[in-house]
């Protein structure tokens, strides 16, 4: 069955400070978080998401500053990232993250603290 961008639902959590942190949501299965680096948005995994819907319920999470989530603070920073990433795993229940560039240094430092997450793939960190 292919599964097609009017599939994706938005939705959105609240992360630790009061940020609005809004996500793409597709597929069914086991949850998986995509994570994309600095010049990028949700929509800018679109494609691969689509591929793993069969398998995966795929969560494209905007980073702050773009697309459905809310600004960066003053004091933004990796310990931020790892908590709107927080926000999405409780959100999701994903045991799974896959990050690209800066994304992967999230998913990496996330890994590191937070005993939810089982398995991460890092792509150019």
Known sequence: ????TTEMAAGSVVS???TRIGYLRVGRGPAVVLLHGSNESARSHTQLALALADAFTVYL????????????????????EVEDLQAVLTESGAQRVFGVSIGALIALEAARTQPAIRQVAAYEP
């Open 1 to 4: 069955m292919t599964i097609t």
């Open 16 to 18: 630790r400070d009061g």
């Open 61 to 80: 999470p905007d980073r702050r500053g773009r697309g459905l989530s809310g600004p960066h603070r003053p004091d933004h920073g990796i310990r931020t």
